[in-house]
């Protein structure tokens, strides 16, 4: 529009009538329902209800649609509205304006990180047994040279390549390991975490860890996030830890643990049920004290998923910006990327640097991986023919 010289004023009233978006309103009456149906009718677009809503007093699901200025006015007309359409009518204004949101302010202790466009996070991991093979135990010892040498090595690599974050983990969480008590984890992670903070003052580190010792001792070390796989679940002092020193947090979805998550994990529907969890999650969030501003989400790709499970959350995770969260997404090496090409653990850059790029394109906003090189430099390519 603007190349053609409509005035401002113009784009931004054509604008949400060339925008179109659909949502399903589920658990309400069928008269609610018939009645946002004439609204919808009345706006020029329509809405879709099961064939006995028309004439039964039943629960029911209705299918809304339309352009962006039909769903606003939709909203504003049930704003009045008795029963439940009040709720739904604060629900749809809510849910429009995390749609429209293209860039996210996130406070991380006293750090703030301005996403407007893919971040990517490097993942240092302190562990012996890591499903990527990149454990820096292992290499330590096999080098012959200190841990945190080598993790600050890496670390300093990966931000030369591009990394504005640095995750940090003490315990693998692949399928089947095995814990590891909260001594070792600190004995792991607070050497590397003391080395890498004292070295890069202004990047932010999160750690990896649902215990609350480990997080406890990882704030005393300068930690900005807490990324806890069970997104705060496991132990509710992590909770408490995050509101006391304003550390971000990343909620992660995971059915069951490390050990069980993947013995035959079944969902009738994966996005529904994470987006159920989501919503339970930033209402523990809230009673807790902890701002919006202040968290990421994580779907946990691999995390209690077979590989259709997975592959559904990536071209379906638009969905999830209802939140008008970052999106973080862990899809580096993961299993998913061997069973559908068939190939082994080191062979799956390739694999993941399209399934990055592809999340990238459905809404997610933060990649954690293992190859900051090479994924810098896809999205830069992205981003410059989309960008042109």
């Known amino acids: 529009m603007a190349s053609l010289g409509v005035a401002k004023e113009g784009i931004n009233i054509l604008s949400p009538k060339s925008v179109h978006s659909a949502f399903k309103i589920e658990g309400i009456k069928s008269w609610e329902a018939n009645i946002i149906k004439q609204h919808m009718l009345s706006l020029g677009s329509d809405a879709a209800i099961e064939r006995n809503a028309l004439m039964k007093n039943i629960k029911t699901t209705a299918f809304i649609f339309g352009n962006l200025s039909q769903l606003k006015k939709l909203s504003q007309k049930l704003k009045n509205q008795p029963f439940s359409l009040g709720a739904i009518s604060k629900d749809i204004a809510f849910y429009l304006r995390n749609l429209e949101k293209k860039e996210f302010t996130l406070h991380a202790r006293n750090k703030v990180l301005r996403i407007k466009k893919p971040v990517v996070c490097g993942i240092v991991n302190i562990t012996d047994d890591s499903f990527s093979g990149d454990g820096l135990i292992g290499q330590a010892k096999r080098r012959g040279v200190k841990l945190q040498d080598l993790a600050l090595r890496q670390t300093e690599s990966m931000i030369a390549n591009g990394a504005k974050m640095i995750d940090i983990g ?54 900005d996030i807490i990324n806890d796989i069970t997104a705060l679940r496991a132990d509710y002092r992590i909770a408490s830890l995050i509101k006391k020193y304003r550390l971000g947090c990343v909620l992660m979805h995971m059915k069951g643990t490390p050990q069980t998550m993947q013995i035959n994990p079944k969902y009738k529907n994966v996005v529904e049920e994470e987006i159920d969890f989501f919503k339970a999650r930033l209402e523990f969030c809230d009673q807790n004290a902890i701002s919006r501003d202040r968290i990421i989400i994580d779907p946990g790709i691999g995390f209690g998923k077979n590989l259709k499970d997975n592959t559904r959350i990536i071209n379906e995770l638009y969905k999830f910006k209802i939140f008008g969260l970052p999106i973080l997404l862990g899809l580096s090496r993961k299993s998913f990327i061997g069973k559908m090409l068939n190939i082994e653990v080191g062979q799956r850059l390739i694999g993941t640097i399209a399934a990055s790029i592809i999340s990238l394109t459905k809404g997610s906003n933060i990649l954690r991986v293992h190859d900051v090189k090479e994924t810098t430099q896809a999205i830069r390519m992205v981003s410059g023919i989309i960008n042109n």
């Open 170 to 223: 003490g315990e693998s969480s692949r399928p089947f390991s095995r814990q590891v008590k909260p001594k070792e984890e600190i004995k792991r992670i607070v050497p590397v975490l003391k080395a890498i903070r004292k070295r890069f003052k202004k990047i932010i580190i999160s750690v990896d860890t649902y215990k609350y010792e480990v997080a406890r001792a990882s704030t005393d070390e300068g930690v």
